[in-house]
């Protein structure tokens, strides 16, 4: 099952291991603790980490699609595709020139609302479908069931940080790249 952003902040439910887990608390983090948040769930690199804390503590209270690719789907697929879908996710809605990645970073990416991401993803979907993986729950049952064929690389890991107040983000995964 795919994730959505849009669940309710109280009850921030994961599935990407195919097992809900719920937010410890209903109160947001700091900004430096969110990037660590996200760092730990998508494998940031340290001055990506601090990079990431930066930029929560200048937006205000829109939602940020953090986004890390995958080396193993770049060595696949190249690095210039890659890019080529982050700019699809920085100019997907946007008036040109304007793009939705802070600072001209590839990685980071404010929208006006949750939903707006999924509806990017779906997007995204359509138009680079190679870029998506089954998740590895679903790949496992499907491998399973005898189906061969399949991608299990993603091209991205990807959180989504909520802005609750100025000083205050929820975190969570989210599946962006899995079907």
């Known amino acids: 099952m795919r994730e959505t952003c849009s669940v309710p ?15 410890p608390n209903d109160f947001g983090d700091d900004p430096a603790t969110a990037s660590q948040q996200v ?34 789907w770049t060595a696949i ?10 700019d699809d996710i920085a100019t997907y809605n946007m008036v040109p020139p304007n793009r939705r990645d802070a600072a001209g970073h590839r990685w980071i990416f404010h929208f006006k609302k949750s939903s ?9 979907l359509a138009n680079s479908p190679n870029a998506f993986s089954l998740s590895p729950a679903a790949f496992a049952d499907a491998v399973a069931h005898g189906a061969v064929g399949l991608s299990a690389i993603p091209m991205a890991f990807c959180a989504v940080i909520h802005k609750i107040g100025v000083r205050e983000d929820d975190v ?8």
């Not at 707006?116 to 995204?124: A, G």
């Open 116 to 124: 707006d991401i999924d509806d990017c993803r779906d997007q995204v």
């Open 172 to 179: 969570q995964r989210y599946d962006f790249f899995y079907k």
């Open 9 to 23: 902040k109280q009850h921030v439910h994961v599935f990407t291991d195919g097992s809900p887990m719920e937010r």
């Open 39 to 72: 760092a730990e769930m998508i494998g940031l690199s340290t001055e990506l980490t601090k990079v990431l804390a930066e930029e929560l503590n200048l937006t205000d209270e829109d939602p940020i699609l953090a986004v890390r690719i995958n080396d193993a």
């Open 77 to 86: 697929h190249s690095q210039a595709t890659a890019d080529a879908i982050l």
